[in-house]
């Protein structure tokens, strides 16, 4: 099966945890799905699919398999795109296939904090600079949200947009910014490949919210079921030193209401303006 009326193969695109250092597990961890995709009659390409933007990607009526944010999916991807799984990356969270970011600072200027409303007071300082990966973000922007109890924005000059959560820790070491919100499976990525993890602190965690979905194009919806057992069976079928560079543990269900979450407060009580 190939989109119908479109001769190309599908795709598949899986770059929010896709680094250097774990490109080739990425590699192989598709090539045992798709595997699995063929036995069902599924065709699709041999590699993943690598955009400077990730977003043309997941627009693409060509995508079977695509791994984007939660806070794309419900701003920009709903109406394109319908999530079927999320991957459990073994979290310590309540239920599996949950995330949630740590609130990380240079140890050598670390605040004791309980949760992120202890952070508040910091944040909002005339003088922090606050490193943000991405305003599309739910992990590295809207969680910040958590920091306060009603609205709050802080001014373009105090918010440093790095492009990443990997671009916000070595910024933080560098002391270019003060504190900033990761993503936990960016975070356990970072303290393995990063030098800069090394000089941070975690001083605080958010909620747990739902881990980022794995979504297919709606037009090729019809065969979401046959999508979801060949991920799982290729996530299972994976070499052990796969998942285990991945930090992936399993697949579990996901639907467009589990990130009906996403969209209430503190989520975005924070913005930047």
Known sequence: ???????????????????????C?????????????????????????????????WLSPDLVVGH???????????????P???????????????YHSVFVMRADRA???AGPRDLAALVARPETIVAINSTLSQSGY??????????????????????SHRESVRAIAEGRADIAAVDAVSWRLARGYDAAA????????S?????LPLIIANGLARHREAVWRAVVEGVARAPREVRSNLGLRGVVPASDADYAVLLAPPYGNLQVG
């Open 25 to 57: 597990a990425w590699d192989a961890l598709w090539a045992a799905i798709r595997a699995e995709l063929a036995r069902a009659g599924i065709d699709a390409a041999r590699e993943l699919r690598r955009d400077d933007d990730p977003h043309a990607g």
């Open 111 to 113: 605040l004791t904090a």
């Open 84 to 98: 079927f799984a999320r991957f459990d990356f073994d979290i310590a969270t309540a239920r599996a296939g949950d």
């Open 198 to 205: 090394a000089q941070l602190t975690v001083v605080t965690r």
């Open 142 to 163: 809207r969680a910040l949200g958590e920091c306060f109890t009603s609205a709050f924005t802080i001014p373009h000059a105090r918010a440093l947009i790095t492009g």
């Open 1 to 23: 099966m190939a989109a119908e009326g479109n001769p190309r193969l599908l795709h598949a695109a899986l770059p929010m945890y896709d680094w250097p250092e774990t490109a």
């Open 68 to 82: 984007t944010c939660g806070w794309p999916y419900l701003w920009m991807l709903r109406d394109q795109v319908t």
């Open 207 to 211: 909620a747990d919210a739902p881990g």
